[in-house]
Nanobody
Framework: QVQLVESGGGLVQAGGSLRLSCAAS????????MGWFRQAPGKEREFVAA????????SSAEAVKGRFTISRDIAKNTLYLQMNSLKPEDTAVYYC???????????????????WGQGTQVTVSS
């Protein structure tokens, strides 16, 4: 199985940028479709962005379209989330997740993911 460790969170002012990383170990990322989710205080965890197993397809939530970009570096076995034009409503704990699949599709469904990281806090001040 794969182990996932997120990093790169922190405190940033509105309008700023952060890049989250998710380092994988145990298995190569090319064996999994990947996703980013987030959970704000008092709210349910929600989908942010996903990338297919092949890396050829990505998808993102409407709330982050045009601002967040998901990518991966197979050589470094690392998943990224570049977050630009951050807003206070982006404040949350961000989680990366891996999904076992034979197909090169993306998924926004939390229950379809098999492995999760521990999360990294992102706080956006106004």
């Amino acid at each position: 199985q794969v182990q996932l460790v997120e990093s790169g969170g922190g405190l940033v002012q509105a309008g700023g940028s952060l890049r989250l990383s998710c380092a994988a170990s145990g298995r190569t990322l090319s064996q999994y479709a990947m996703g980013w989710f987030r959970q704000a205080p008092g709210k349910e965890r929600e989908f942010v962005a996903a990338i297919s197993r092949s890396g050829g397809s990505t998808s993102s939530a409407e709330a982050v379209k045009g601002r967040f970009t998901i990518s991966r570096d197979i050589a470094k076995n690392t998943l990224y989330l570049q977050m630009n034009s951050l807003k206070p409503e982006d404040t949350a704990v961000y989680y990366c997740a891996a999904r076992r699949t034979y197909w090169s599709t993306t998924s926004s469904q939390e229950e379809e993911y098999d492995y999760w990281g521990q999360g990294t806090q992102v706080t956006v001040s106004s």
